[in-house]
T-cell receptor, first 118, second 111 residues
């Protein structure tokens, strides 16, 4: 199947700093990528839909100035957690939807990034 | 609005026993339905999906699921569970623009 990577896989930062998480589709192009957040022992919650060449669409209750999304190319979307605080600690998972080919329109998930804010 | 309900938070089965994980959905049109498995600290792995056609869907690792429109259900089954199946299982509905996940069912496998 198609592969999505995330970098870093885990990060620890101090409160008040910003953290950038990358999501890459390795062998397919994705105009649309999604960012999810997962708290311990809970389900995935969609945070935002990232579209290449346009602004991201945020779900209700998600602060767009807090979680900056940049979809720089058809294979890369980044999520920047600005001025991180301990309550931002979570598991962040991205997915990418294939634009064409055998897996057209299917979503593939990255392995996730665990963020811990001290 | 689309939503997914997984009634069972935690299920324990003995190795070799059969398994059924329940999933009910609410969706305005014909749904795209998915089952994913997540091991601790890992991302999601797709087990199987239903878009259309045959309502009994075969997936990887010996899993299958049956779409029942009349019951708005998409239950996951496996005839004989292996210890390596212990994980968190998520049912999801949607597809193109967003995907909504159920709360998950944690599967424990007893020796």
């Amino acid at each position: 199947g198609a592969v999505v990577s995330q970098h870093p896989s885990w990060v620890i930062c101090k409160s008040g700093t910003s953290v950038k998480i990358e999501c890459r589709s390795l062998d397919f192009q994705a105009t649309t990528m999604f960012w999810y957040r997962q708290f311990p022992k809970q389900s995935l919650m969609l945070m935002a839909t990232s579209n290449e060449g346009s602004k991201a669409t945020y779900e209700q209750g998600v602060e767009k100035d807090k979680f900056l999304i940049n979809h720089a190319s058809l294979t890369l979307s980044t999520l920047t957690v600005t001025s991180a605080h301990p309550e931002d600690s979570s598991f962040y998972i991205c997915s990418a939807r294939a634009d064409s080919g055998r897996f057209y329109n299917e979503q593939f998930f990255g392995p996730g990034t665990r963020l811990t804010v001290l | 609005a689309q939503s997914v309900t997984q009634p069972d938070i935690h299920i324990t089965v003995s190795e070799g026993a059969s398994l059924e994980l329940r999933c009910n959905y609410s969706y305005g049109a014909t749904p795209y339905l998915f089952w994913y498995v997540q091991s601790p600290g890992q991302g999601l792995q797709l087990l199987l999906k239903y878009f259309s056609g045959d309502t009994l869907v075969q997936g990887i690792k010996g899993f299958e699921a049956e779409f029942k429109r009349s019951q708005s259900s998409f239950n996951l089954r496996k005839p004989s569970v292996h210890w390596s199946d212990a994980a968190e299982y998520f049912c999801a509905v949607g597809g193109n623009n967003d995907m909504r996940f159920g709360a998950g069912t944690r599967l424990t496998v007893k020796p």
